[in-house]
């Protein structure tokens, strides 16, 4: 299936065999178009993250390996019951010459919270309690009740602090014809001791919006440096082969990959009969066409294994092989055959590209096999069902189920479930708040409204001898660090 692509592997080769001046400059090609960079919206698309994290830092930030470290924060404590974040912010002067306060960041904060109110983020901020000024350069943030993962929280590019003089970096952009031209800003700039030779050590970072296979094209022929926003329906466009082999990296995502039912009515009215749609998918061989090391399916909403997860939720049907699950499937279907009639026949909605080519042949075939026909549309078409494909933000069972919450997915959602998150807010300890989460997640599952396929798959594609990059299980990859700035 993959044959058609060797012609493009062996001009990847002369590329990276060829290197390329380094004149300075790091291309980045971003899978997507200019709205998905220069989106400004309360929640921003995975494109203007990366562009809002370059010019507009918070508290913390991360760093290349998905790690949180400081930024206008220089240090910070946490207190032993773990509802406290006491940080100490940089000093240093702002464009007009007064001095960054702790106050401003603090009322910024809230500013931010406020606007992020009905979303998703903003309902992952709802542990926040208090956001306030202590002195001049000491802010607290309190909690309702502890919170693992919320310093990954704050590092989200949304709650970089916009100040009224100018962005706070760690870089500044401009844009010609098109494309971004960000420079790492000087270290003094933000409240760090000067570099000796700071300009010597430093690249540019180019960024431009691509279509998948233009990236592609452009990266084998050496026009750019780096591809970033990779997901399934594009990997067979990048370069896999053995002659490349390195210049493709894959992250271990977390977060959501699955099938969302969208119209549940019909065949899909019913929850035993979504659940024989979940019990039919071979999620082993799902994946095979993309050779995908590592991967593994899951029939869990949450990722399991993440922190205050407590081992109540495991998977789904573990007593039974593929084929008694099938057999159990499709006893269903034809239960519903029979007193409607009709065989079902449904349809899906997926994004263009030959990997959702591969997912729906695969998903067709798995149906097919119970006695349901799969049709595909296109994502702005309505269907039966629809694919969801998101990483984490933080890693807890609380991003998971605020995805689902009834403000934002009805139909895919449970009023007990978001009842459940809800209690977990002020639970005693973190036992009980686990136990909230477990419980959620249960209920929800119980819908059948969301079948998990496992974690998202995402891509890059990084030249040899570029510095800066690594994979997260965040998925997301600075632009900061790509300029090679040593501070």
């Keep these: 299936m993959l044959r058609p692509l060797n012609a493009l592997a062996f001009c990847a080769l002369l590329a990276a065999c060829g290197g390329g001046a380094d004149d300075g400059v790091v291309d980045v090609a971003y899978i997507g178009d200019a709205a998905s960079l220069y989106?400004?919206?309360?929640?921003?698309?995975?494109?203007?993250?990366?562009?809002?994290?370059?010019?507009?830092?918070?508290?913390?930030?991360?760093?290349?390996?998905?790690?949180?470290?400081?930024?206008?924060?220089?240090?910070?404590?946490?207190?032993?019951?773990?509802?406290?974040?006491?940080?100490?912010?940089?000093?240093?002067?702002?464009?007009?010459g007064s001095r960054l306060t702790a106050g401003a960041v603090a009322q910024e904060l809230n500013r931010t919270r406020a606007r992020l109110a009905g979303t998703s983020l903003g309902l992952d901020l709802a542990k926040v309690s208090d956001i306030r000024a202590m002195t001049g350069r000491v802010i607290e943030i309190r909690l309702r009740s502890p919170m693992p993962g919320f310093l990954s929280l704050l590092a989200q590019p949304e709650l970089g602090v916009a100040l009224r003089e100018a962005d706070a970096g760690p870089m500044v952009a401009r844009i010609e014809e098109g494309v971004a031209l960000l420079s790492a800003m000087p270290p003094e700039e933000r409240g760090l001791s000067a570099q000796e030779d700071w300009e010597e050590l430093v690249s540019e970072v180019h960024v431009s919006a691509f279509e998948a296979q233009e990236a592609a094209r452009a990266f084998s022929q050496g026009r750019v440096d780096i591809i970033l926003g990779g997901q399934l329906q594009s990997l067979p466009l990048a370069i896999t082969g053995a002659l490349s082999r390195g210049t493709v990296r894959l992250d271990s995502a977390v977060g959501l990959f699955g099938i969302d039912v969208a119209k549940p009515e019909g065949f899909l009215a019913s929850p035993s009969n979504r659940e024989a749609l979940a019990m039919a998918i071979d999620r082993s061989t799902l994946l095979t066409q993309f050779n995908v090391g590592g991967w593994a399916g899951s029939t869990r909403i949450v990722t399991g294994g993440l922190p205050g997860d407590d081992g109540v939720v495991g998977e789904r049907w573990q007593a039974l092989s593929l084929e008694q699950r099938r057999a159990r499937a499709r006893a269903t279907v034809q239960q519903w055959h029979a007193g409607s009639g009709v065989a079902p026949s449904l349809s899906i909605a997926l994004p263009q590209g030959p990997g959702a080519r591969f997912l729906f042949e695969a998903l067709a075939r798995d149906f097919a096999a119970i006695g349901v026909t799969l049709s595909r549309v296109s994502q702005n078409e309505t269907a039966d069902l629809r694919l969801r494909d998101t990483v984490a933000r933080y890693a807890g069972a609380r991003w998971y189920l605020n995805q689902f919450n009834c403000e934002l997915s009805a139909p895919v959602c449970s009023l007990d479930t978001d009842f459940l998150v809800q209690l977990s807010l002020d639970a005693a300890d973190p036992a009980e708040e686990a136990s909230y989460l477990s419980e959620a997640e249960q209920t929800l599952t119980a819908t059948n409204l969301y079948i998990p396929l496992g974690n998202p798959i995402r891509w890059s594609q990084v030249r040899a001898g570029v510095e800066g990059f690594a994979e997260n299980s965040w998925a997301f990859h600075p632009l900061f660090p790509l300029s090679r700035a040593p501070i």
Excluded: H
Excluded at 56 to 68: I, K, P, T
Excluded at 84 to 90: H, P, W
């Design 39 to 96: 989106s400004s919206g309360t929640e921003l698309t995975p494109g203007a993250r990366l562009m809002r994290s370059a010019q507009r830092q918070g508290l913390v930030r991360f760093n290349a390996s998905g790690e949180v470290i400081p930024a206008l924060a220089e240090r910070w404590i946490v207190t032993d019951d773990g509802r406290s974040y006491i940080f100490r912010i940089n000093e240093f002067d702002l464009p007009d």
